[in-house]
């Protein structure tokens, strides 16, 4: 069993709706846990993190953790074409862990 | 501008030759760490290291070595290429205390012939 598990999709949304994207994990050690956005043909960056259970809020992001059921997701509002790209969980204890990646298309 | 630089974007190479991906940051950073990553299987983390001549095996360290003679730079080895061993080969670093943002480079393409 993978330590991480992230559906790939692909999923593909109209302008202006909602992106909800999740992970899974096993690894009860991880505190820290991270969305990255990766663009077609470039590095993953980091969009946001979160310690330990909770809700995060950046603009028109919002991460949750919910460590009890080993569960975190990522809310994207209003979203835009700019916003296509693939997003990757990670999770934190020594090292890092990431997911498979989601491949969001935001449809003008 | 803070970076994470890897020496090729493209490489091909032949089977059974052995291969060396470079990669340099300029942040100070304790923690580097290379990962490939292929599709449907996300980022899977093949060693890291967190000192200059310290190194752990991640997920799927066989066929490869690495090593970490200086702080700033961190080489993948490929000791004899297979071809599945063709994926995208992507470098991280990131401070020691939390590991909360990674830097990447821009990848590395290797396709094995």
């Known amino acids: 069993q993978k330590e991480v598990e992230q559906d790939p999709g692909p999923l593909s949304v109209p302008e202006g709706a909602i992106v909800s994207l999740n992970c899974t994990y096993s690894?009860?050690?991880?505190?820290?846990f991270m969305w990255y956005r990766q663009y077609s043909r470039k590095g993953p960056e980091l969009l946001m993190y979160?310690?330990?259970?909770g809700n995060k809020e950046d603009g028109r992001f919002t991460a949750q953790v919910d460590k009890s059921s080993k569960y975190i997701s990522l809310f994207i509002r209003d979203s835009q074409p700019s916003d296509s790209a693939t997003y990757l969980c990670?999770?934190?204890?020594?090292?890092?862990?990431f997911g498979a990646g989601t491949t969001v298309t935001v449809r003008a | 501008d803070v970076k994470v630089t890897q020496s090729s974007r493209y490489l091909v190479k032949r089977t059974g030759e052995k291969v060396f991906l470079e990669c340099v940051q300029d942040?100070?950073?304790?923690?580097m760490f290379w990962y490939r990553q292929d599709p449907g299987l996300g980022l899977r983390l093949i060693y890291f290291?967190?000192?200059?001549?310290?190194?752990e095996k991640g997920d799927i360290p066989e066929g490869y070595s690495v090593s970490r003679e200086k702080k700033e730079r961190f080489s993948l080895i490929l000791e004899s290429a297979s071809t599945n061993q063709t994926s995208m080969y992507l470098c991280?670093?990131?401070?020691?205390?939390?590991?909360?943002?990674?830097?990447f480079g821009q990848g590395t393409r290797l396709t094995v012939v």
């Open positions: 991280a670093s990131s401070d020691r205390g939390t590991n909360t943002e990674a830097f």
């Open positions: 690894n009860s050690a991880f505190q820290y």
């Open positions: 942040m100070d950073h304790e923690n």
């Open positions: 979160t310690y330990s259970s």
């Open positions: 990670a999770m934190s204890d020594y090292k890092l862990s």
């Open positions: 290291s967190y000192d200059v001549k310290m190194k």
